[in-house]
């Protein structure tokens, strides 16, 4: 049973940065896929950023070219570099991990303001 916790998040303004880390209690390579999610006040789940099958980072739209996928293996913790921050990015950031089961972290708060 792998256990995934987030950190990092916290109250920035537009234009700031932040990086989130995601710590898992097994070995990253455990897992298939391993990425980000956000859920935005009052909306569903969903996709941020993740490494596919071939460990190749892939991003939503919305993030492309401000957000940074990467991870330590000897940590066993994955980042997600978060630049030029906007309200829209307000949000908590959920880590997600998949092999034969998805793990999911409890989730970490990012608010942009100003």
């Known amino acids: 049973q792998a256990q995934l916790v987030e950190s990092g998040g916290g109250s920035v303004q537009p234009g700031e940065s932040l990086r989130l880390s995601c710590a898992s209690s097994?070995?990253?390579?455990?897992?298939?896929?391993m990425g980000w999610f956000r859920q935005r006040p009052g909306e569903q789940r969903e996709f941020v950023a993740r490494f596919n099958s071939d460990s190749r980072p892939e991003y939503t739209y919305a993030v492309k070219g401000r957000f940074t996928l990467s991870r330590d293996s000897a940590q066993n913790t994955m980042y997600l570099q978060m630049n030029n921050l906007t309200p829209a990015d307000t949000a908590v950031y959920y880590c997600?991990?998949?092999?034969?089961?998805?793990?999911w972290g409890h989730g970490t708060q990012v608010t942009v303001s100003s």
């Open positions: 997600a991990a998949s092999s034969t089961t998805i793990y």
């Open positions: 097994v070995a990253l390579g455990t897992f298939k896929y």
